[in-house]
């Protein structure tokens, strides 16, 4: 299976990508994952993206490319894959089809899910992160408990770009760059809406519906 999630910051693509590439065995590809890691590691990549990425810019489509390309290299995508956070513009997503189409291989889907701003602020700053498996928990729900995943023990943190004003930045980046996606793929029959408003497994029985 090959898909895309596409949907503003926040709406909680990371979390139920986790939970679709755990379900069908596909490769999970969050580009902002890759870009976190390149920077945390200092790599040349990193040090290119770093001030983008902090100030909720989107990094430059070359550098994307170059990333989506070495990563489409590997053999794990066999299987089939999920872009989480890929393409973030009409130009990715076109350079995107290119990679497809050169590989032989057709996208099955693309998962679109909305949810209002002010619920989207609400969860952005109310949100922390695994520092290890990435998995996404709530600040509310550690008042009395230490910061710590309940997967992997490893030590939980806000994401440098998720502070209120990098935020708002992120938000206006979407709806002026990433936004048109959603008519680029309704226009290929590819694009199913989902509703994200909901529990985590209420939002993934509805994705599950189209898959
Ligand atoms: P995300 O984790 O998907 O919210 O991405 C975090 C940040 O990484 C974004 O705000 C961008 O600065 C950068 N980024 C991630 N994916 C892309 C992409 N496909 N194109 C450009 N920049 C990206």
């Known amino acids: 299976m090959r898909l895309i999630i596409l949907g503003a910051p926040g709406v909680g693509k990371g979390t139920q990508a ?6 069908f065995n596909i490769a999970h590809i969050s580009t902002g994952d890759i870009l976190r890691a390149e920077i945390s590691n200092k790599t040349e990549l990193g040090s290119k993206a770093q001030e ?10 070359d550098l994307i490319m170059a990333m989506i390309k070495d990563r489409f290299k590997s053999p794990d995508l066999e299987k089939g894959f999920l872009m989480d956070g890929f ?21 099955d889907k693309v998962i679109n899910i909305i949810l209002d701003k002010n619920e989207i602020i609400k969860r952005i700053t109310n ?29 939980l943190s806000k994401r440098a770009d998720d502070s209120e004003v990098v935020v708002v930045k992120r938000l206006e980046v979407y709806e002026i760059q990433t936004k048109p996606l959603i008519e680029y793929y309704s226009n290929k029959k590819l694009l199913a809406d989902i509703d994200g408003l909901g529990t985590e ?4 029985e509805r994705i599950l519906n189209h898959l």
């Open 127 to 155: 949100r922390i992160v695994c520092n290890s498996c990435k998995k996404v928990f709530k600040l509310a729900d550690f008042s009395d408990r230490e910061l710590k995943c309940d997967s992997c023990n490893s030590v």
């Open 52 to 61: 983008f990425v902090s100030s909720g810019r989107l990094v430059p489509d």
């Open 18 to 23: 986790k939970k679709i590439t755990a379900k």
């Open 201 to 204: 497994e209420e939002i993934f």
């Open 87 to 107: 393409p973030r513009t009409i130009e990715q997503a076109e350079k995107f089809d290119e990679i497809l189409d050169e590989l032989n291989l057709k996208l």
